[in-house]
Each structure stands twice: as C-alpha cells, then as structure tokens.
C-alpha cells in the first residue's frame, strides 16, 4: 500500500502519485492501468476520489479511457504518420505531393459557398465577409488510421478569372496548382502551423482521445504579383501525425559596388 502524505485535495494527492508511477515507468505507456478497486486498495481512498484523479489525469493528457475496456497509459512514442510538406513538378507540368497516394477519401468531399472570417481572410489577403468557395474533404490514411480534416478556400474573384475553378472548385490541390499554373500564373507557397485544443466537432470527427491537441495547418499559393490565390487548411491529430519540411537557402541579393 502507498501512503497518500502530500497536501491538496485527496484526489489530487491520489493523482499525483499516479503520476509518479507513470512518469517513473511503473505505469507503462500503452499499458492498462490497475482497476479502481485495485486502486482504493493501494491508495486506501474511496472510488470517487479514484474517479476523481483519473478525470484529472485525463485531462492532462497522460490517461486515455477506453469504454468497456478501462483506463491505459497515453503513449509517449514517435507519431504514426510524417507529412512531408514538399511540392514537386514533373517533366509534364504535373504536381505531386508526397503522401499524396496514402490519403483516401472517407467521404464524398462537400462543395459550398462561404465567406472570409478574420483569420482566412487575413492570409488570402482579404477583408472579411468576402465570398468564397469551399471545399471540405475527410481523408484517412489506409496504413495508421490517422483522419485529417482538409478545406480549400478560393476567392471568388480567383474564380472567376479562372472559370475552370469556378465550375469545378472542388478539386484536388495538385490539380488546383495545374489549373492556375496553365491560367498563366507563377506559383509559390507559404505555409504556418500552429497547434491548438480541438473544438467538439474536430475531436468527433478526427477521432481523438481526451486532452489532445491539432496540428492545424494552413497553406496560401501566391501568384507571381505575390497575391493570395487559394487557401488550403489541414487539421489533424497532434499524437498521430509530425510535419517535415525540406529547407534551402534563399540567394541573397548582389550587392553594388561603392564607387
């Protein structure tokens, strides 16, 4: 039996030496914890306050509750799946991305007409309330299981210089570059990333355990005149998914001579 001697709330104290024995490696990652019962009986504290520090370690992050299965240590490894942020252009003036091929669609990709808020609107370089099409996808990938939510924002305005997309705006991203591409525009990126706690319907829909967060990702392809032309934005589990970029060095500009 463990002593409970820490001040605080009971079950905080119960938490705390939970969390010892995770972080010591009594508790494994992936492995089942001890039952409530055998929990009380280590401990020597009621099944409420047990319950207590297990909603509380929940929602650190460090328990994951499987219904009907019992309480298992979060893991702590490598995440399953590595996007490689990168975009290749073949002979044939094809784009290809890698990973393009693992993704399949979990559902028929959704069509509709929208406007900016502030933050899309900031990165395509609009006010807000401006009209848009958009294009909701729920791609899985086959070999981990990991879900990730994509959307495709396009200006109307892009849309309309480029009846193409206006017709058909609901497209894969590699075929969007080609259509720009072939409206005459030269094509490059940027991309931010960020992380942050999911709203109640990406947790449903990506499928996520308690206390874990996104990677929400957001891709702008710029024109030549460096002018927003589409947005892009994924949002995926943070313990399923790592993102990997290939960097290079930008030429610095030649200096003048003093004369």
Request: net charge neutral; glycine share 6%; aromatic share 6%.
């Amino acid at each position: 039996m463990t002593e409970i001697q820490r001040p605080g709330a009971l079950y905080q104290q119960v938490a705390a030496a939970i969390r010892a024995a995770i972080l010591s490696g009594e508790f494994a990652p992936d492995s089942l914890l001890p039952s409530e019962a055998q929990l009380m009986a280590r401990y020597s504290v009621s099944r409420p306050t047990v319950r207590n520090a297990i909603a509380a370690l929940r929602a650190e992050g460090l328990i994951d509750v499987r219904h009907g299965k019992g309480s298992f240590v979060r893991s702590s490894g490598q995440p399953t799946l590595t996007l490689e942020r990168r975009i290749s252009r073949t002979t044939d003036s094809k784009f290809v991305m890698p990973n393009g091929d693992a993704w399949q669609e979990a559902e028929e990709p959704s069509t509709y007409r929208t406007r900016t808020t502030k933050a899309t609107g900031r990165l395509l370089g609009l006010a807000e309330e401006e009209a848009v099409f958009g294009c909701d996808r729920l791609l899985i990938d086959a070999a981990t299981g990991a879900r990730a939510m994509h959307r495709t924002l396009i200006p109307f305005e892009v849309a309309e210089a480029v009846p193409v997309l206006a017709d058909e705006p609901c497209q894969p991203p590699v075929a969007i570059y080609r259509v720009l591409t072939q409206d005459g525009h030269k094509l490059w990126w940027s991309e931010t990333v960020r992380a942050r706690m999911p709203l109640p319907d990406e947790r449903t829909t990506l499928q996520l355990p308690d206390a874990t967060p996104i990677l929400h990702v957001a891709r702008v392809a710029h024109g030549a005149d460096d002018r927003p032309l589409t947005l892009e934005e994924l949002r995926i589990g943070a313990d399923r998914a790592e993102l990997a970029y290939r960097i290079t060095a930008d030429k610095q500009p030649a200096r003048r001579a003093r004369t």
